[in-house]
């Protein structure tokens, strides 16, 4: 029994689902903002979106496959939504790099 619990990310995925449309709407509003503050409001959502990550994952332990679950479906989310594969690929280590500690 505590094997499937390790094996079951529903809500891990569904959480990096969530993230990354969350990313897609501020992207989309930074797209707006004149070009000499985008770049900060980049990285105000980067630290945004890290704590939301690690909020999320103080209230719901993660092992490694649910880290990769969640991960995964952030970057392809965001990938099918158009998004740069710089930034995506630099979002996603952040985020499994602030889950690893």
């Given at each position: 029994?505590?094997?499937?619990?390790?094996?079951?990310?529903?809500?891990?995925?569904?959480?990096?689902?969530?993230?990354?449309?969350?990313?897609?709407?501020?992207?989309?509003?930074?797209?707006?903002?004149?070009?000499?503050?985008?770049?900060?409001?980049?990285?105000?959502?980067?630290?945004?979106?890290?704590?939301?990550?690690?909020?999320?994952?103080?209230?719901?332990?993660?092992?490694?496959?649910?880290?990769?679950?969640?991960?995964?479906?952030?970057?392809w989310t965001l990938?099918?939504?158009?998004?740069?594969?710089?930034?995506?690929?630099?979002?996603?280590?952040?985020?499994?790099?602030?889950?690893?500690?």
């Amino acid at each position: 029994m505590v094997l499937l619990r390790w094996f079951d990310a529903a809500q891990a995925s569904a959480f990096g689902e969530e993230l990354a449309r969350y990313c897609d709407s501020e992207l989309r509003a930074i797209a707006a903002a004149s070009p000499g503050k985008r770049e900060d409001k980049r990285r105000k959502l980067l630290a945004r979106v890290l704590q939301r990550a690690r909020d999320f994952a103080a209230a719901h332990p993660l092992n490694t496959y649910k880290k990769a679950k969640l991960s995964n479906r952030l970057k392809w989310t965001l990938k099918d939504l158009g998004h740069e594969d710089d930034f995506v690929d630099l979002l996603v280590k952040e985020i499994v790099l602030a889950l690893a500690r």
